[in-house]
């Protein structure tokens, strides 16, 4: 089945780069996802990227699309206190059927 | 704006009571609806397709009688945790595809405790 592997941890200091690696099973999925949850929160969707593109920049945030590899990276660049969340990546088939998550990185900036 | 609202936010409530939380779709209408649980520390977990006029299909391992959803209309959709136990708390959060379209919206989730 569907499988999306995530390391559960990383540490940055504030004003370094972060690089959230993942990786994923199923060679059909078409859409990658990654969302941030805050202690106590719900999901925040940062960005996706279709499995057609290699790459995608917004702001601060870089997804890399190995689609080979079956790899995803997001980079969040110059880390602030404020990124310190749980990052989820994400597939999907299509736009519209259920996405199978990771089990999410833990990413804790120090100050 | 939301596109999905989802309620309660939080909720506590005794074992042995039943739960309801409500997703609705505030911009468009919906056929399917997809229910995902988070336990603790855990990733979100598929729990449940919610189907307009018919019946909801169940992932392996998700008791149907006692998570009760109805989607009786095309922007709601509802999900009732039944005899509620304290290992039930759970976070729970639906996702509303855009019918006919590409995007799929999340709730804001619902944070169940159950004392």
């Known amino acids: 089945g569907e499988d999306v592997e995530q390391s559960l941890f990383l540490s940055v200091r504030e004003g370094d780069s972060s690089v959230i690696n993942c990786t994923y099973t199923?060679?059909?999925?078409?859409?990658l996802y990654w969302y941030k949850q805050e202690p106590g929160a719900g999901l925040q969707l940062l960005t996706y990227?279709?499995?057609?593109?290699d790459m995608k920049q917004d702001q601060r945030l870089t997804v890399l699309l190995n689609k080979k590899d079956k790899h995803l990276s997001l980079r969040i660049a110059d880390t602030q206190t404020g990124d310190s969340a749980i990052y989820f990546c994400?597939?999907?088939?299509?736009?519209?059927?259920?996405?199978?998550f990771g089990k999410g990185t833990r990413l804790s900036v120090i100050a | 704006g939301a596109v999905v609202s989802q309620h309660p936010s939080r909720v506590i409530c005794k074992s042995g009571t039943s739960v309801k939380i409500e997703c609705r779709s505030l911009?468009?209408?919906?056929?399917?609806m997809f229910w995902y649980r988070q336990f603790p520390k855990q990733s979100l977990m598929l729990m449940a397709t919610?189907?307009?006029?018919?019946?909801?299909?169940?992932e392996q391992g998700v008791e149907k009688d006692k998570f009760l959803i109805n989607h009786a209309s095309l922007t709601l959709s509802t999900l009732t945790v039944t005899s509620a136990h304290p290992e039930d708390s759970s976070f729970y959060i639906c996702?509303?595809?855009?019918?006919?379209?590409?995007?799929?919206?999340f709730g804001e989730g619902s944070w169940l405790t159950v004392v």
């Open positions: 911009d468009f209408q919906a056929t399917t």
């Open positions: 990227i279709f499995s057609n593109m």
């Open positions: 919610s189907n307009e006029g018919s019946k909801a299909t169940y």
């Open positions: 994400a597939e999907s088939l299509s736009g519209n059927t259920p996405l199978v």
């Open positions: 199923d060679s059909s999925s078409t859409y």
């Open positions: 996702s509303v595809p855009r019918t006919g379209g590409n995007t799929i919206y």
